[in-house]
Nanobody, 121 residues
Framework: QVQLVESGGGLVQPGGSLRLSCAAS????????MGWYRQAPGNQRESVGT???????IYADSVKGRFTASRDNAKNTAYLQMNSLKPEDTAVYYC???????????????WGQGTQVTVSS
């Protein structure tokens, strides 16, 4: 019922910036939270930043002060502005949506396909 389209990944040098976008589309679904996870080779998937329906943003300690998550509710789109990027930020970044299917009152998660972010000199 819901599709997520991610964009914005790429290769940047340390200290550079990237902006990721995630557009959600679908029907019979109310979005509660939108956010971002990342997974580097050999590592566990890590929550990066999540925005609740009330506008509260939760960041991982490793990105606080460098990353900014935002959300456009009218467009059902989430963004992740990444500044001062470090090599350790290299990972596949996944957009996700949490919400409820209105007709069945069923909680559901949806995931994007991922976009590669590589930080290297």
């Amino acid at each position: 019922q819901v599709q997520l389209v991610e964009s914005g990944g790429g290769l940047v040098q340390p200290g550079g910036s990237l902006r990721l976008s995630c557009a959600a589309s679908g029907s019979d679904f109310t979005v509660y939270a939108m956010g971002w996870y990342r997974q580097a080779p050999g590592n566990q998937r890590e929550s990066v930043g999540t925005i609740t329906s009330g506008g509260t943003t939760i960041y991982a300690d490793s990105v606080k002060g460098r990353f900014t998550a935002s959300r456009d509710n009218a467009k059902n789109t989430a963004y992740l502005q990444m500044n001062s990027l470090k090599p350790e930020d290299t990972a596949v970044y996944y957009c996700y949506v949490n919400g409820i299917t209105v007709s069945t009152l069923t909680i559901q998660d949806y995931w994007g396909q991922g976009t590669q972010v590589t930080v290297s000199s």
